[in-house]
């Protein structure tokens, strides 16, 4: 047909676009997580891994570092942008490889769709609307990285389930060796990957020595190379070792668990289906296919979607895990639903829309897309200053002194005052304020719980005062809706002395 376009040429056009769409999501405004990243990188550089925080005025409290490598990386990236123009191509630098970081996941995403699935058509918009569905989660933090190597981590799987070759044995130990060093909360969740693959394995096994029938629509496979995937699993939990923070991948997410910090922090709470109708529509599409089509589903499917759609209940920001992981199931399932009414179903779909009519209408949708969400930022900047005190910080810096003082600020800009180099009372490194991480013994009972103390003065569950008595504040800064400070505006307390105010912060003193 004269006007089919080749493959090679339809794929490129596809990434193009891919690669379009990712940079026109890409924040702006940089998120409150990487302040704290690149004051901690340029430290590191500076002074090596002490695992002591060296900015918060809470004296000796103990800190696991546990994204150093991306800390200090992103710091590198800032230090060049701040070199060649100042702090404003610092920030731009820090916009650049955000961007380049959601452009690296699209492609990937799109590419293991496309290689483990067959197709384009489908691993085309199904990566289209995963990068869209985690837009929030695109940022210049670590999770970022680790979205491209569990990605990666599934795609090396199943290649060495298909023939057990050397590079996916290095390939699957180097992983789980750079989310230690790079984000190494996730670490566990390399191995929880796994388990699906296994659990299939184990009950082939069974099935077969009892004569046991598994349900009609699940296709249960005994793949013998599984057994070299738990060879790989088994050397890779050693991996935990190879990084200079010690035990502490082994020990970080289990700490996390056992405190309050999960519970108070908005992305790790129990999800809402309500809040997130893309994820709603993805379930009852995927459920409506199952139950309308005769089509069976691999066991290891099975397990992975289940797992990961009780995990995305569990935590709201599992949804990530779900979007992208379950990309690769969904894209089985739509392919096998169109070719279950007409053979080859997905192959003559993409004959007609990849031909030049059917490509330049694609290309103009994504277009199009991209230029509203690129409009939607055009009023964006790198800081926001309804959101983190940049004038405050200014005269912070100019009329107080930082080594005399304790500052009482909220969560949320709490990085940002550190990065400004203004020792805090809490940021949102929530980890370092908990009593499972900062106790001196290791024991619990010895640690500071800084970070519920904040939650309950700022909740105005407990009497504020109490907390500021505790820790000696001298000083406040707030912003000017929180609660406490309608409290104190509207108690008329002469005990606090405004010392500064602008549109979204105000300063006090304690008068003592």
């Known amino acids: 047909m004269q006007n089919k376009l080749n493959n090679k040429l339809v794929n490129s056009i596809l990434i193009a676009l891919i690669i379009i769409f990712c940079f026109s999501i890409s924040p702006i405004t940089m998120q409150n997580d990487t302040y704290y990243t690149i004051a901690i990188g340029k430290h590191i550089l500076e002074n090596g891994i002490d695992m002591l925080d060296p900015f918060s005025w809470h004296e000796g409290l103990p800190y696991t570092y546990p994204h150093w490598g991306y800390d200090l990386g992103t710091y590198i990236v800032y230090s060049i942008g701040q070199a060649v123009s100042g702090v404003e191509g610092a920030y731009f630098a820090i916009y650049i490889m955000t961007g380049i970081l959601a452009v690296t996941l699209g492609i990937t995403v799109y590419q293991v769709n496309k290689k483990l699935v067959g197709n384009k058509l489908l691993s085309f918009v199904i990566t289209i609307a995963a990068i869209y569905i985690i837009r929030g989660y695109i940022a210049a933090r670590a999770q970022l990285v680790t979205f ?32 230690a060093n790079l984000h190494l909360a996730v670490w566990w969740f390399y191995f929880i990957l796994y388990i699906p693959y296994i659990a299939e394995y184990l009950l082939a096994k069974f099935s077969q020595k009892h004569d046991i029938t598994i349900l009609n629509r699940i296709q249960v496979y005994e793949n013998k190379n599984v057994k070299w995937l738990i060879v790989i699993m088994i050397i890779c939990l050693f991996t935990g070792l190879l990084t200079p923070l010690g035990t502490t991948p082994y020990t970080y997410l289990i700490n996390t668990m056992l405190g309050d910090t999960t519970s108070n922090i908005n992305e790790h709470l129990p999800m809402r289906m309500i809040e997130h109708i893309a994820i709603l529509a993805t379930l009852s599409i995927i459920l409506i296919g199952l139950i309308c089509s005769k089509q069976k589903i691999k066991l290891r499917d099975a397990f992975m979607l289940g797992g990961l759609i009780l995990l995305m209940f569990y935590s709201r920001r599992q949804l990530t895990m779900f979007v992208l992981i379950g990309s690769i199931i969904v894209n089985k399932i739509f392919v096998n639903i169109l070719d279950e009414y007409k053979e080859n179903g997905i192959h ?49 810096l100019n009329n107080l002194d930082l080594e005399k003082i304790k500052l009482f600020n909220e969560y949320n800009y709490g990085s940002y005052l550190l990065y400004r180099g203004i020792p805090v009372f809490i940021d949102s490194r929530a980890d370092l304020y908990a009593p499972e991480f900062n106790s001196p013994t290791g024991k619990v009972e010895d640690g500071q719980n800084i970070f519920m103390d904040f939650i309950n003065a700022s909740n105005l569950n407990i009497f504020y005062e109490d907390i500021f008595e505790k820790y000696d504040i001298t000083h406040i800064i707030l912003y000017r809706n929180s609660k406490m400070n309608l409290m104190i505006c509207n108690t008329n307390d002469g005990k606090y002395d405004a010392l500064y105010e602008d549109n979204y912060f105000v300063i006090y003193e304690i008068m003592k």
Not at 153 to 166: D, G, R, V
């Open 148 to 179: 491209i190597l569990f990605v990666l981590e599934i795609y090396f799987i199943e290649q060495l389930l298909k023939k057990p070759k050397k590079r996916y044995f290095v390939l699957l130990i180097i992983i789980p060796i750079l989310i």
């Open 348 to 396: 003559i779909l993409e004959d007609i829309l990849f031909g030049k009519f059917g490509i330049a209408m694609i290309s103009l949708l994504i277009v199009i897309l991209s230029v509203y969400f690129i409009y939607e930022k055009r009023n964006d900047t790198f800081v926001s200053e309804s959101t983190y005190p940049v004038q405050a910080s200014e005269w912070i």
